[in-house]
């Protein structure tokens, strides 16, 4: 029920219109910054909630934006995996806060890219089945998804964000860390 | 290249150090196969851009005889080439357990020297260390055994507290391996 709800959730719900955000870049403090709890109700969760979406909308190739990644150490963040090759399992847009992964499995290596680490991509260990609970910005439901395979990494790679904690934090070894060539 | 070498083969290491070019490891692993020499441990990176090879390789030919016939290698002048006889080094033994730490934040003095202190005070080892600098960004990531002995909690808020000191963040977590 919740995938259903997660699913059908969109940005019009805000009711208030996203601003562009700069993105920021490490070592920006921030990115290092444990996030702290929000009120999903609040107009200012509602508002940065909205920014987070456009911001994410105008960035070629972004599949998710953290809260932190725009100067805002708090725990709020936007997916969309929906145009993403190794997207199985999709929700569409929708932005949550608070989040946890509350299970997860099967581990797979991949390699990430950040927005906030334009120079580096990095080989990262994370399961690709996860369950993740969070609230929905502007009504504050509680919602539990379960997803996969891309989606479930960007999940993860956005809640770590909001724990202060970069891709490079979870390199799998001291090889695993790349020069990017080519930028989005 | 891959056949064992004889238990009385001497081994050499070299390094090729200089400006990057394509070819540089097809000419250096040619002449060495000429040699008649194996190829044993070898790893080759950009450093800043510049071409950086360690090898250690196996036979019968002596220092001065590699070096002849690596020396066209280095005419130009943009490649610096050493060679040198080393012994036979037995792996450790260990007890310990594989680590990997990382370090980023603002470049500053003193980043890899002060959390690498704090790895040696314990006994810890590194067994594999990577540094990079892009832009303002400045990132250690090594991997490290740490003596099974070693409190590993502790170590851990040694090198945060160290790290805290410069401005920069550091999480240390287990080296997973998967068994398949």
């Known amino acids: 029920m919740s995938d259903e709800r997660v699913s059908s959730w969109s940005e019009d719900e805000l009711g208030v219109p996203g601003r562009v955000l700069l993105v920021v870049r490490a070592p920006e403090a921030v990115l290092s910054t444990v996030g702290v709890d929000v009120d999903p109700t609040a107009p200012e969760t509602v508002q940065l909630a909205a920014d987070l979406v456009a911001t994410m909308r105008v960035s070629p190739g972004c599949v998710g934006l953290a809260a932190p990644q725009v100067g805002v150490a708090a725990r709020v963040f936007c997916v969309d995996v929906t145009e993403h090759p190794k997207t199985r399992t999709g929700h569409g847009t929708f932005v949550l806060c608070n989040a946890e992964v509350v299970e997860s499995s099967r581990n797979e290596k991949a390699r990430e890219g950040c927005m906030s680490v334009p120079d580096f991509t990095g080989d990262v260990k994370r399961a690709s089945r996860v369950v993740v609970s969070g609230a929905l910005p502007g009504t504050g439901e509680i919602v539990t998804l379960t997803t996969d395979a891309f989606e479930a990494r960007a999940l993860q790679h956005e809640i770590d964000h909001c724990a202060g904690l970069l891709f490079l934090d979870r390199a799998a070894g001291a090889h695993a860390i790349y020069a990017r060539k080519t930028y989005l | 290249m891959t056949s064992s070498p004889s238990a009385s083969a001497t081994l050499h290491a070299i390094t090729v150090l200089g400006h990057d070019r394509p070819g540089i490891i ?71 357990t594989p680590w990997v730490l990382t370090v980023h934040g603002g470049d500053r003095a003193g980043i890899v020297s002060s959390v690498v202190t704090e790895v040696a005070r314990v006994g810890g080892n590194i067994t594999d260390l990577t540094t990079r600098l892009a832009g303002e960004l400045y990132l250690l990531i090594a991997e490290i055994d740490l003596p099974a002995s070693v409190d590993v909690t502790a170590v851990e808020a040694a090198i945060r507290s160290v790290a805290s000191d410069l401005g920069v963040g550091a999480t240390l977590r287990p080296a997973e391996t998967d068994e398949l």
Do not use: K, Y
């Not at chain 2, 019968?60 to 290698?73: K, M, Q, R, V, Y």
């Open chain 2, 26 to 96: 097809a000419e250096t692993t040619g002449c060495l196969a000429d040699l008649g020499l194996n190829l044993e441990d070898s790893t080759m990176t950009l450093l800043r851009g510049h071409f950086a090879m360690m090898l250690i390789c196996a036979g019968s030919p002596g220092a001065a005889e590699i070096e002849t016939a690596l020396a066209p290698l280095a005419q130009d002048g943009t490649l610096t080439v050493t060679v040198r006889e080393v012994p036979v080094e037995q792996p450790g033994f260990s007890d310990g």
